[in-house]
């Protein structure tokens, strides 16, 4: 079984929400918040999409962004059976589907920003 060690915190603040990775952080203030969106999951190279994937079952990517920058983070789901999981909550999947509900009820709350959906 392949294992990712890359652990990823999202951190909601007063101050805005802050993503902790194993060899950098980055904050991005609520008040400097233009857009929360969610968007499919796709993979390029050099600008060109080489896999876009619409399933509801694929990881989904959101992002915030401001003026000049962007935070993006992946929303895991369960893999089925015949899937390789490359990344898995440390709290386990129901623990993890309801911080991220209650996270996304907080950016919408903090920012004024309602989520657009870029599927």
Same mark, same amino acid.
Not at 53 to 59: E, M
């Given at each position: $079984?392949? &294992?990712?060690?890359?652990?990823? !915190?999202?951190?909601? #603040?007063?101050?805005?929400? @802050?993503?902790?990775?194993?060899?950098?952080? +980055?904050? $991005?203030?609520?008040?400097?918040?233009?857009?929360? *969106?969610?968007?499919?999951?796709?993979?390029? &190279?050099?600008?060109?999409? @080489?896999?876009?994937? &619409?399933? #509801?079952?694929?990881? #989904?990517?959101?992002?915030?962004?401001?003026?000049?920058?962007? @935070?993006?983070? !992946? =929303?895991? /789901?369960?893999? /089925? =059976?015949?899937?390789?999981?490359?990344?898995?909550? %440390? $709290?386990?999947?129901? %623990?993890?589907? +309801? +911080? $991220? !509900? *209650?996270?996304?009820?907080?950016?919408?709350?903090? #920012?004024? +920003?309602?989520?657009?959906? @870029?599927?």
């Amino acid at each position: $079984m392949i &294992r990712s060690y890359a652990k990823i !915190q999202l951190i909601a #603040t007063e101050n805005g929400l @802050l993503k902790k990775g194993p060899f950098r952080q +980055q904050l $991005m203030p609520w008040n400097e918040v233009r857009l929360f *969106a969610i968007d499919s999951v796709s993979i390029e &190279r050099n600008g060109n999409p @080489l896999f876009v994937s &619409r399933h #509801t079952h694929a990881p #989904t990517f959101f992002e915030l962004s401001s003026e000049k920058d962007i @935070l993006c983070w !992946q =929303w895991l /789901r369960p893999p /089925r =059976w015949y899937e390789l999981a490359m990344a898995r909550p %440390v $709290m386990g999947y129901q %623990v993890y589907e +309801q +911080q $991220m !509900q *209650a996270l996304l009820s907080i950016i919408v709350a903090k #920012t004024g +920003q309602p989520l657009y959906d @870029l599927r």
